[in-house]
């Protein structure tokens, strides 16, 4: 069974900085891409940015020069550094992981329980 632990959501002032931390957990053979999503109510979930297994990132253009993503393979954990946060970065972040199980399975989706990110003016 897999899991992913999010954590470093909270409320912040606009021009502000959080990081996001996502661990990926139980029985995992590899990881390929690693991501944040983020969603507001009633509205799709849409890729914020992320991460291949090599280090080839991904940005939404809405957050490029804002946003870093990052990864340690060894820890199997996805960072998100967001730095001058503006209030409509306001969103819950979901963290996404491709993951293989074992050797021979197909990769599967997984996602975070998600979290708050609130941004005030």
């Known amino acids: 069974q897999v899991q992913l632990v999010e954590s470093g959501g909270g409320l912040v002032q606009a021009g502000g900085f959080l990081r996001l931390t996502c661990a990926a957990s139980g029985s995992i053979f590899s990881i390929n891409r690693m991501g944040w999503y983020r969603q507001a109510p009633g509205k799709p979930r849409e890729l914020v940015a992320s991460i291949t297994r090599d280090g080839t990132t991904n940005y939404a253009d809405s957050v490029k020069g804002r946003f870093t993503i990052s990864r340690d393979n060894a820890k199997d954990t996805v960072y998100l550094q967001m730095n001058s946060l503006k209030p409509e970065d306001t969103d819950v972040y979901y963290c996404?992981?491709?993951?293989?199980?074992?050797?021979?399975?197909?990769?599967?989706?997984?996602w975070g329980q998600g979290t708050q990110v609130t941004v005030s003016s």
């Open positions: 996404q992981a491709i993951i293989r199980i074992q050797i021979g399975s197909y990769d599967a989706v997984y």
